[in-house]
């Protein structure tokens, strides 16, 4: 900070230096005036101390004012007329008043693109909830027709469509959920059966198309969830599964218990995923190698899948060699007593909070 206030202040340094050599030299060349080498240091010496004097009362109070403006700004419910108290120069008041049209700029800007973000976000949510019926009403016609089969043999191309749009579809809706997932979530007991099966009765045809055999273990464990998101996260891993397992291949579910955590593991045999890949499998948009070659490929499953289980405090893994398959896992960590009782001191908080405010005078004891 010093050095950057000493920057600034530099034509002021180099004036009074200018201004005191102007004098020495006329003190020197003047023959009239007699001035002894003594006082003529201490002129020079008494000159330089007030101009540090002076630097260090005007650097520290500037370091006050820009630091109370700093403490201020990091709240975002900050008012910069509370700093009009502090100001005690013009330069500061300048300074100030310019913030203030800066952050009234800022503001407008940001209302009006949290406004359009705000209208663009329920756009997309009204269009997905339209857009499922008339999805629905095709799967309808398409499942009154399966038997019929025979006659047109095309009728399976557009289910596999189908298939493929609505699974966009309700990738879209999820996302527009995402942003508000810690108001949308109820987490309770569940089976992972709950979370496994359905998703695999969703995939039944893409599974029999591929003669996939389904091997499960042990999906009567217990966890503790929201199954809605869940079965969701699910449905992408699977997904990939499936769509990269080879004819004949095989997908297994079974789950692993410990005290701590349970663990849910999708294991397919399909071709793997390449070293230099794995570290980036959770980000937005990547495809990799393998992804490149499947032109259905949005690298936004695993991205999903990712965010969804931080923010309901479970955990999920890829492990994968080239040419030997890929494994999932999900970690669904159990519930303990500090939690339980973090809950209870929590709950026992709000009930003295709700008293306080219809009780003024109580008081807890």
Known sequence: M?????????????????????ID????????????????????????????????????????FIKRLSLMLQNDAYDLQEMHSYVRTKADEDMLSLLQRID????????????????????ITTWVHEIKTPLTAM????????????????????EDEWMKIDGLVD?????????????????????????????????????????????EKNLDTVVHTDPKWMQFVVRQVLSNAIKYSPLEGKLSFFSEETPKYVKLFIVDQGEGIPPQDL??????????????????????????????????????????????????IL???KPNSFDNLSKNVRLQAEIVICFKRIFPCYKVR
């Open 2 to 22: 010093w050095k950057n206030f000493l920057r600034e202040r530099l034509s002021w340094i180099l004036f009074v230096l200018l201004w005191l050599s102007v």
């Open 331 to 333: 970690t669904f960590y």
């Open 139 to 158: 799967k309808l016609l398409i499942n009154a027709r399966r038997t019929e089969l025979y006659k047109w043999p095309w009728l399976k191309d557009i």
């Open 171 to 215: 990738q879209n809706l999820y996302a527009a959920r995402l942003r508000h997932l810690e108001k949308d979530y109820q987490v309770h007991a569940v089976s992972l059966s709950e979370l496994v099966f359905p998703n695999v009765a969703y995939f039944s045809k893409w599974c029999i198309e591929k003669r996939l055999h389904i091997d």
């Open 279 to 328: 570290p980036h499998v959770f980000e937005k948009g990547f495809t990799g190698n393998v992804g490149r070659k499947s032109k259905g490929a949005t690298g936004l499953g695993l991205y999903f899948s990712k965010k969804i289980t931080d923010a309901l405090g479970h955990r999920i893994e890829v492990h994968s060699l080239l040419h030997e398959g890929t494994t999932v």
């Open 104 to 123: 009234r700029v800022y503001r407008r800007q940001t209302h009006a693109l949290h406004v359009q973000q705000r209208e663009q976000q329920e756009y």
């Open 25 to 64: 030299a006329l003190l020197l060349l003047e023959y009239d005036i007699e001035v002894s080498s003594t006082s003529f240091w201490y002129l020079n010496l008494l000159t330089l101390c007030m101009l540090i004097l002076f630097l260090l009362w005007r650097g520290v109070k500037e370091r006050r």
